[in-house]
């Protein structure tokens, strides 16, 4: 996963010069939930390379995608003077979101069992991965509300 999300990183610049920036983040954004709604079908019997490791592959494209179009779209429109308050502010939302979604996540999947079986840790993760999806799915409809359009009426 790392590795991929290297490899689409380091492909960005090209990709947005080529597509603009919504439209590499909206498919960054799509590509993480996709993912993520595969890899939240894990179960017991869950073969690694096609339901784990693909999965993961396409989560980690994702990413490289969208993180650094999320960041620029973060500091879209700020001063030139006031950029880097803008971009500390960029990333201390996406700390505070990130641990934010884990809590909720984890206050999730607590929900489900309280056993310690492999079945019971399983279906804690598969709740907890199918949680991401969702929030995941939340911000592909931010993505397409607020950043798409937002881009297209300044054009």
Wanted: net charge positive; aromatic share 4%.
């Amino acid at each position: 996963m790392t590795l991929v999300n290297f490899v689409f990183a380091v492909r960005v610049p090209r990709l947005l010069e080529r597509f603009g920036r919504p439209r590499v983040l909206a498919a960054g954004v799509v590509l993480t939930t996709v993912g993520m709604a595969w890899l939240s079908r894990l179960d017991l019997h869950t073969p690694y390379l096609t339901e784990v490791a693909l999965p993961m592959v396409i989560i980690g494209a994702g990413q490289g995608l969208a993180l650094a179009p999320m960041t620029s779209s973060g500091i879209d429109g700020v001063a030139p003077e006031e950029a880097g308050a803008g971009s500390g502010l960029v990333n201390t939302v996406h700390q505070i979101g990130s641990a934010l979604a884990l809590s909720i996540l984890t206050a999730v999947a607590a929900t489900v069992s309280t056993g310690h079986t492999a079945a019971d840790i399983a279906a804690r993760s598969r709740t907890a991965l199918t949680g991401s999806a969702v929030l995941l799915a939340l911000a592909v409809a931010a993505v397409l509300t607020l950043i798409v359009p937002a881009r297209a009426i300044r054009k």
